[in-house]
T-cell receptor
């Protein structure tokens, strides 16, 4: 079963615009990670944010985490056509010290960036 | 460093057959996890291996099994294939599998069961 939901399910924007995707989850977490997937291929890791962090940046990516609301958002600024992909959030919980490998994924947001 | 590799990339099998998929982790990584991705169920955790031992297991039937070798390479096996096993199978590796740690994914094996 999925940990939570991602919103929106699909997003279509023009190149140069910003894209914001949201993720909600249900249980306490150790960390939350965002991944990108192009056309059913492997997942590319984008960023990891720990439960005690509120915001993190990496290049054009900005991730926020609100553990009180059990939600996270991914912002991609100045989007490019190459950003077209599915974006997934994944959480790692507190199931004991070996839990780090067990990621629970959201349903994903399909982002289309039009040139 | 080379990334996570998976073989084969594509497979076509018929119902009732069995299949073995292989995953080579990033050099130095000792934890290997497997995930199944389908349009209906999304990405679901199958199991994780560390030091040749299964350490975590998801909610899949016993037809799904795996193993890990001393060089950290891992295989997963699906016996008595069903149509619903058609999916993209992804493996991921990390250094220890302990949170917080980034999981690095391979390109996946796409399995089609006819």
């Amino acid at each position: 079963s999925q940990q939570g939901e991602e919103d929106p399910q699909a997003l279509s924007i023009q190149e140069g615009e910003n894209a914001t995707m949201n993720c909600s989850y249900k249980t306490s977490i150790n960390n939350l990670q965002w991944y990108r997937q192009n056309s059913g291929r492997g997942l590319v890791h984008l960023i990891l944010i720990r439960s005690n962090e509120r915001e993190k940046h990496s290049g054009r990516l900005r991730v926020t985490l609100d553990t009180s609301k059990k939600s996270s958002s991914l912002l991609i600024t100045a989007s490019r056509a190459a950003d077209t992909a599915s974006y997934f959030c994944a959480t790692a919980g507190f199931l004991g010290e070996t839990s780090g490998s067990r990621l629970t994924f959201g349903e994903g947001t399909q982002l289309t960036v039009n040139p | 460093k080379a990334g996570v590799t998976q073989t084969p990339r594509y497979l076509i099998k018929t119902r009732g057959q069995q299949v073995t998929l292989s995953c080579s982790p990033i050099s130095g990584h000792r934890s290997v996890s497997w995930y199944q991705q389908t349009p209906g169920q999304g990405l679901q955790f199958l199991f994780e291996y560390f030091s040749e031992t299964q350490r975590n297991k998801g909610n899949f039937p016993g037809r799904f099994s795996g193993r890990q070798f001393s060089n950290s390479r891992s295989e997963m096996n699906v016996s008595t294939l069903e149509l619903g096993d058609s999916a993209l199978y992804l493996c991921a590796s990390s250094q220890s599998g302990l949170a917080p740690e980034t999981q690095y994914f391979g390109p996946g094996t796409r399995l089609l069961v006819l």
